[in-house]
Every structure is written in structure tokens, then in C-alpha cells.
């Protein structure tokens, strides 16, 4: 009896082991060199948190599902000069480096990670980034890419590296080659922005350009009144992309305002979607700069669904819509809207 107790406490006691080594959050420990922010933000996928530089270190702690793609943000302006990091629940240790640069009248923060460790992702990374380096010139490069991508997308089917590998070989790939890869790609776990990306790469008669059909939608606006895109049926419809924190975006209101005040009254609407995450920052900017026009909001940022399927991956942006729901154009200027609507009013005088 005494051996079958202590049997059974072994056992226990393996299995707790084994269980405590099963990382189920991240740890990210990080150094900064150059110019240290007080606050440094970490983005990945809906979420963005906020930690201390203190003594040049900081440190992020989360819980992630699947492997995800992280960037560091430095306000008021910022930018990562080697894309983006993975995420994955483990501990992560890493050193970057911050260098301020005064671009016209604005200051930005250069981020750069200079070493990342502790991540598995970053290892299948690396070694892709080799295999491509050393083999991209060869004449069976498709096939060899594909014996590749079929390994890693096979071993990690809900790793979002593997859908972004995909997407972004894709135009070195053949359709069947692609068809098979996407059906190892698990879907439910990578974002609606990728996903519509990809879809768009395999299925290219669903990209959104001059001519089709735009992409009804419904959002909310500052009074959390649904708007749908089917209530302006029978206007011209420029919708605008945007967010408080994009000062180009803001750049162009008041000329956009002079626009939608000169004809509005003709058959003209614009319709704002926001992709602010802070719902109050948002009501603010439309208040400050004094936006007339009706405005609705998508707070998952990039990877809404609307901003997805729009393939909005930067702003701003905006489609410009007739009076049937046919996209006219894509990324109009002002000076362009103006002549534009300027005929369509001499159009419809006749």
C-alpha cells in the first residue's frame, strides 16, 4: 500500500510539473536605449496597454490566445522602423532602440528592436527570412516556397505569422498551390483584417474597386443611433475614413467642410467612420472641428470588420460613391471631389 502512495504522489507530482512549465500569459522585459519615453504602449490585435520607462526598462504582461502581431507606440507620434513583433505566451526578453527626429513641425519617435528573444515565432521568422534570402533567385523557387510555407503553415495553423507569410506570397504562388495553403490557415484565429486580405488574394473578384458595388454597412454615431450606408440611396456619398488621433485626417476637414457646405444641399452627403478604440476622444474631435456632416464609429481600429473589408490598413481614406451605391472613385482629392460634384451639378441641371 505504501509503495502504491507514493506511486501515486510521483505521479502527481509529474503532472504538476509538466503543468507548471505550460506558459498559459506573456512576459515581455524590455531595455530601451536612445531616447527614453516615460510611457511606452504596447498594440496587439484590439488591445492597447500602457506601462512605465523606468531606468530605461519596462515590462508588459498579458494573456494571448494565438501567436499575434505587436507594435510599440510612442505618443504624440511614432513609428516602428522594423514592422512589427510577435506575440505568444511566454517570457520574452528584448532591447530597442528610440530615436526622435523632427520631420517639417513634428516631432516622431523611431522605433527599432535591435534583439528579441523567447519567442517561437521570432525563430520561424528568422529562419524564413534565411531560407528566402538564400533560395528566392533559384528557378524552382515557387515550389520550394510552397514545400516551405506548407511546413510552417502545417505546424502552425493558428499562428498569425502564417497567414501573414501567405498573404505576402501569394503573388509568387500558383491558385492551386494557394487553395491548398489557405485550407491549413486556421480562420478563426487570425484577424478579420487578414482574413479579408487573403480572401482578396485568392478570390480577387471580391476586392472593393472603381465600379462595384459598395459594401453596406451599419454603425453607430455619437448617440448610438445606427446609420446605414443603404439611408443614402439616391446622393452622391463620400465616405471618409478616419480617426481623432490621424492629423492628416483632421488636416483636411476644414477644406472638407467648405465642400459639403457649398453641396450639400445638391444631392451630396458625406457619411465619417471612425476607427478610433476611445469612443470619447472621437465625440471630441467631431465637436472641435466642428463636423457637420453625420458620423458613425468602428472601435476595433484596423481590424473591425467594416475597416477590413474596406482594406483600410491606412488612413486617411475614402471612397467616393453614386447615387445607385457604385464606387466612382477611390482616395479622391478635394480640389478633384469639388470638379466632380460641379459637373454633377451642371448634369442635373439639364
Request: aromatic share 10%.
Amino acid at each position: 500500500m505504501e509503495r502504491i502512495i507514493t506511486l501515486l504522489i510521483l505521479i502527481a507530482t509529474l503532472f504538476s510539473c509538466k503543468e507548471s512549465k505550460l506558459q498559459t500569459s506573456f512576459t515581455l522585459d524590455g531595455i530601451v536605449k536612445g531616447n527614453a519615453p516615460e510611457y511606452l504602449y504596447l498594440e496587439y490585435g484590439k488591445r492597447r496597454d500602457c506601462t512605465i520607462v523606468k531606468n530605461n526598462k519596462f515590462q508588459f504582461t498579458g494573456i494571448i490566445k494565438n501567436p499575434i502581431e505587436a507594435s510599440f507606440i510612442i505618443p504624440p507620434a511614432s513609428a516602428m522602423t522594423n514592422d512589427w513583433f510577435y506575440l505568444e505566451n511566454n517570457k520574452i526578453n528584448m532591447e530597442i532602440t528610440v530615436e526622435k527626429k523632427k520631420i517639417k513641425q513634428y516631432e516622431i519617435s523611431f522605433i527599432k528592436i535591435d534583439t528579441i528573444a523567447g519567442t517561437k515565432t521570432a525563430h520561424i521568422r528568422c529562419n524564413f527570412e534565411k531560407f528566402e534570402k538564400l533560395n528566392h533567385d533559384n528557378d524552382d523557387w515557387s515550389s520550394l516556397l510552397f514545400l516551405r510555407l506548407k511546413d510552417i503553415i502545417e505546424k502552425n495553423p493558428s499562428n498569425n505569422y502564417s497567414s501573414f507569410l501567405l498573404t505576402q506570397s501569394a503573388t509568387k504562388l500558383n491558385k492551386e498551390q494557394i487553395d491548398v495553403l489557405f485550407n491549413k490557415i486556421d480562420t478563426l484565429a487570425i484577424s478579420n483584417q487578414r482574413l479579408e486580405s487573403l480572401k482578396r488574394i485568392i478570390y480577387p473578384n471580391l476586392a472593393l474597386k472603381t465600379g462595384n458595388k459598395l459594401f453596406n454597412f451599419d454603425l453607430p454615431n455619437p448617440n448610438n443611433k445606427v446609420i446605414s450606408t443603404r439611408n443614402f440611396r439616391g446622393k452622391v456619398l463620400y465616405i471618409d475614413f478616419w480617426a481623432s488621433w490621424c492629423r492628416p485626417c483632421r488636416k483636411v476637414n476644414p477644406e472638407l467642410l467648405k465642400v459639403y457646405a457649398k453641396f450639400k444641399h445638391n444631392g451630396f452627403e458625406i457619411l465619417g467612420v471612425s476607427i478610433d478604440k476611445d469612443i470619447e476622444k472621437w465625440k471630441k474631435a467631431i465637436v472641435k472641428d466642428k463636423l457637420t456632416w453625420k458620423n458613425v464609429i468602428e472601435t476595433d481600429g484596423f481590424h473591425g470588420k467594416i475597416a477590413s473589408k474596406y482594406n483600410i490598413t491606412a488612413i486617411p481614406k475614402n471612397y467616393l460613391v453614386d447615387k445607385n451605391g457604385n464606387i466612382i472613385s477611390e482616395d479622391i482629392a478635394i480640389d478633384k471631389l469639388e470638379n466632380f460634384l460641379k459637373d454633377f451639378d451642371k448634369k442635373n441641371e439639364k
